[in-house]
């Protein structure tokens, strides 16, 4: 096999950023120009053309997703020992700020073949304390929101969705209606770190509700608990998207759908290639979802992991793997409720995934090269 001229990223940052150079780096002088850094005429923009692109009625940027989160939470009058069910697989700032704020982050495994949040294991894990469920679309693929929206709403339960890694796809109501990832739930959380679906060149992020009421006290606590300058009403924090991250979004706002092409353009080239392997699982679609595959993520059988990164790593390709370890037997979250063997899928796909280097610039050539290799070791 002969090793092809182009580097290959998990994720291709530069050669996306060529293509959107001379609007970017207008942008961006444009900012500077102004100086207006900090609540600049772009974040307003910005911040009305998501809303209008995801169908919702406010968006409250921020400086980050980890803060969205947090600030979510912080705006639902929760109290300290209150409970939040989330999903075992995820990244570990979903629990991270349920933790952060005296909250008891209570756990559930997910689906095998979606990777989703299991709406059953919701349900038995409700107790009085329950305050509120955090699904996270795990990959760029929304969890089961019907369900658990009847659910939230039988146990009068807030929904937070964890977006981060789905912004821009889509949830396919039964009653025939389709919401963007975020606009469903009580409060949407959002991640524009440079590898997300919708990336800046920094840190940023974005909370998403149509509840005015709420999108008042989200606003109010980002910017220092203030309601009025220099009149504090709450404890709050300091999260702000910045002028320049704003404008490059705006920019990248515009080919949010056209990324999401071009991610399921590689998905489905990985898919036919892998198809009925019996090594290699390929991510199963949701019905009640299409995918913005934020992540390409395959389940191994009987192939060696380690193995077969470093083979691929041999061959210059990056594997990677989302996520080693649950969070339950993470030392930070460990507690005495869990125990090895508590949440057999998570634990079984922690073993057992491999995400495939995924992205908006990926072209046949390369993508043939990644699949030979796979398919090369794995037969
Ligand atoms: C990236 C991510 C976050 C956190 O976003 P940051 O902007 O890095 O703070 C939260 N949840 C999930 C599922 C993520 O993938």
Request: proline share 4%; net charge negative.
């Given at each position: 096999?002969?090793?092809?001229?182009?580097?290959?990223?998990?994720?291709?940052?530069?050669?996306?950023?060529?293509?959107?150079?001379?609007?970017?780096?207008?942008?961006?002088?444009?900012?500077?120009?102004?100086?207006?850094?900090?609540?600049?005429?772009?974040?307003?923009?910005?911040?009305?053309?998501?809303?209008?692109?995801?169908?919702?009625?406010?968006?409250?940027?921020?400086?980050?997703?980890t803060?969205?989160l947090q600030?979510a939470m912080?705006?639902?009058?929760l109290?300290p020992?209150d409970e939040i069910i989330t999903?075992?697989?995820t990244?570990v700032a979903t629990a991270e700020v349920i933790g952060l704020l005296g909250l008891k982050p209570v756990l559930?495994?997910?689906?095998?073949?979606?990777?989703?949040?299991?709406?059953?294991?919701?349900?038995?894990?409700?107790?009085?304390?329950?305050k509120a469920?955090v699904?996270?679309?795990?990959?760029?693929?929304?969890?089961?929101?019907?369900?658990?929206?009847?659910?939230?709403?039988?146990?009068?339960?807030?929904?937070i969705?964890d977006?981060?890694?789905?912004?821009?796809?889509?949830?396919?109501?039964?009653?025939?209606?389709?919401?963007?990832?975020?606009?469903?739930?009580?409060?949407?959380?959002?991640?524009?770190?440079?590898?997300?679906?919708?990336?800046?060149?920094?840190?940023?992020?974005?909370?998403?509700?149509?509840?005015?009421?709420?999108?008042?006290?989200?606003?109010?606590?980002?910017?220092?608990?203030?309601?009025?300058?220099?009149?504090?009403?709450?404890?709050?924090?300091?999260?702000?998207?910045?002028?320049?991250?704003?404008?490059?979004?705006?920019?990248?706002?515009?080919?949010?759908?056209?990324?999401?092409?071009?991610?399921?353009?590689?998905?489905?080239?990985?898919?036919?290639?892998?198809?009925?392997?019996?090594?290699?699982?390929?991510?199963?679609?949701?019905?009640?979802?299409?995918?913005?595959?934020?992540?390409?993520?395959?389940?191994?059988?009987?192939?060696?992991?380690?193995?077969?990164?470093?083979?691929?790593?041999?061959?210059?390709?990056?594997?990677?793997?989302?996520?080693?370890?649950?969070l339950?037997?993470?030392?930070?979250y460990?507690?005495?409720?869990?125990?090895?063997?508590?949440?057999?899928?998570?634990?079984?796909?922690?073993?057992?995934?491999?995400?495939?280097?995924?992205?908006?610039?990926?072209?046949?050539?390369?993508?043939?090269?990644?699949?030979?290799?796979?398919?090369?070791?794995?037969?």
């Amino acid at each position: 096999m002969e090793k092809i001229a182009k580097k290959i990223q998990m994720v291709d940052l530069k050669s996306q950023y060529e293509k959107i150079k001379p609007e970017v780096d207008a942008a961006i002088q444009n900012v500077l120009n102004n100086t207006a850094f900090i609540n600049g005429p772009e974040v307003k923009e910005f911040q009305k053309e998501l809303e209008t692109y995801l169908g919702v009625k406010h968006v409250i940027p921020c400086a980050n997703g980890t803060d969205a989160l947090q600030i979510a939470m912080m705006a639902l009058d929760l109290k300290p020992g209150d409970e939040i069910i989330t999903a075992d697989f995820t990244y570990v700032a979903t629990a991270e700020v349920i933790g952060l704020l005296g909250l008891k982050p209570v756990l559930v495994d997910v689906i095998p073949d979606t990777f989703d949040i299991d709406v059953t294991a919701i349900e038995k894990a409700i107790t009085p304390k329950t305050k509120a469920i955090v699904p996270v679309h795990l990959f760029g693929q929304c969890a089961d929101m019907d369900k658990i929206m009847a659910l939230a709403k039988k146990h009068n339960l807030y929904v937070i969705e964890d977006t981060a890694q789905a912004i821009g796809a889509e949830y396919f109501s039964a009653d025939g209606t389709k919401k963007k990832a975020g606009t469903i739930g009580t409060i949407g959380c959002t991640s524009f770190f440079p590898s997300k679906n919708l990336g800046c060149y920094g840190d940023g992020g974005a909370i998403f509700t149509n509840d005015d009421n709420l999108a008042a006290k989200i606003r109010i606590i980002a910017n220092h608990g203030q309601s009025a300058q220099y009149i504090h009403d709450s404890i709050g924090v300091n999260s702000r998207l910045d002028s320049i991250q704003a404008a490059i979004l705006r920019i990248k706002l515009r080919d949010l759908d056209n990324y999401a092409s071009a991610r399921n353009k590689a998905a489905s080239f990985y898919d036919k290639v892998f198809a009925n392997h019996p090594k290699l699982k390929t991510p199963v679609r949701a019905s009640y979802s299409n995918h913005v595959f934020h992540q390409y993520t395959l389940q191994l059988n009987g192939v060696d992991r380690t193995a077969l990164r470093e083979y691929l790593a041999s061959k210059d390709i990056p594997a990677m793997i989302y996520y080693p370890i649950p969070l339950h037997l993470q030392k930070a979250y460990l507690d005495p409720r869990y125990k090895e063997g508590d949440f057999p899928v998570t634990e079984k796909l922690c073993a057992s995934v491999v995400s495939l280097p995924m992205h908006t610039e990926l072209d046949e050539e390369t993508l043939t090269y990644i699949t030979n290799a796979v398919l090369e070791f794995c037969k």
